[in-house]
């Protein structure tokens, strides 16, 4: 496993930490977006893991962009106009098609400022929960640049247009507070309860059967950008092929039986 990106599993939950505490966890090395990439990719394939949580070591959760990389006009941000436009595709977008396309939920412990792209990192996860340290700007009008990894879109989704306009166009913090109130997380607690509260989370979700929980995010995606009919029809096929997993006959005999279910992802 990648040292910038540091995988644990317990039980049928992966934790993946960024670990570039010195730098605040910036998101725009290759070494991290190829990391981010191999693990969704590899969950994808793993129906053990039924739950993953994303947080930052050290104080932050992501800075976003290397800044000082940005005014050396280093790395990602180097060369001409089109050769940084490839270097975006290439680069950072990656990750955002990753975790988009990755069908195993995801839970973001944000344990303090997620800023930039790292704000958008959060909001490309399905549920957040944050430390009462966290807070978060989409910071990159501040710097005469706009989000490039997809932000936009990611956060109108999870605050809506005005609420998304409002960070995009000023570039403010938003406290943890705040952001419980606007709804762009779920719960808010002290530092040191984050990684806990989150797990519970991701374990409440890891108890059901992979495939439904699978199917359901992939629907709730599905959902925010196609019409009824659309979605009608893909829930009236996930459905069929739902009622004929052994995961559902063992959740029907559970319920039943008055027992917990024990599922295979079969």
């Not at 029809?233 to 039986?257: G, R």
Request: proline share 4%; with cysteine.
């Amino acid at each position: 496993m990648s040292d910038v990106l540091l995988v644990e599993r317990a039980d049928h939950v992966e934790t993946w930490t960024i670990n570039l505490p010195d730098q605040r966890n910036p998101i725009s090395g290759a070494d991290l977006i190829g990391a981010f990439e191999d693990n969704a990719r590899r969950v994808q394939q793993d129906f053990d893991v039924r739950c993953v949580v994303l947080t930052g070591a050290g104080k932050a959760f992501s800075a976003g962009g290397n800044v000082n990389d940005m005014r050396e006009k280093a790395g990602m941000f180097s060369g001409s106009p089109w050769e940084m436009r490839n270097g975006y595709r290439d680069g950072i977008q990656r990750i955002p098609l990753a975790l988009s396309e990755c069908e195993v939920p995801m839970v973001a412990a944000v344990n303090g400022p997620a800023v930039g792209a790292g704000c958008d990192l959060a909001m490309m996860c399905d549920l957040r929960v944050a430390s009462t340290n966290a807070w978060f700007a989409e910071s990159f009008v501040q710097l005469g640049i706009i989000p490039g990894d997809g932000g936009a879109w990611f956060l109108t989704q999870a605050i809506g247009p005005q609420r998304a306009a409002e960070m995009a166009l000023t570039g403010d913090r938003v406290t943890a507070a705040k952001a419980l109130e606007w709804g762009m997380v779920a719960h808010v607690v002290d530092p040191e309860q984050l990684l806990d509260e989150a797990r519970a989370l991701a374990s409440r979700i890891a108890k059901n059967p992979p495939h439904a929980t699978r199917m359901a995010k992939r629907l709730l995606k599905e959902s925010r950008s196609n019409d009824l009919r659309h979605v009608l029809e893909l829930s009236a096929t996930m459905q069929a092929l739902s009622h004929h997993t052994a995961d559902h006959a063992e959740a029907m005999n559970a319920v039943l039986d008055k027992r917990a279910g024990h599922f295979e992802g079969r």
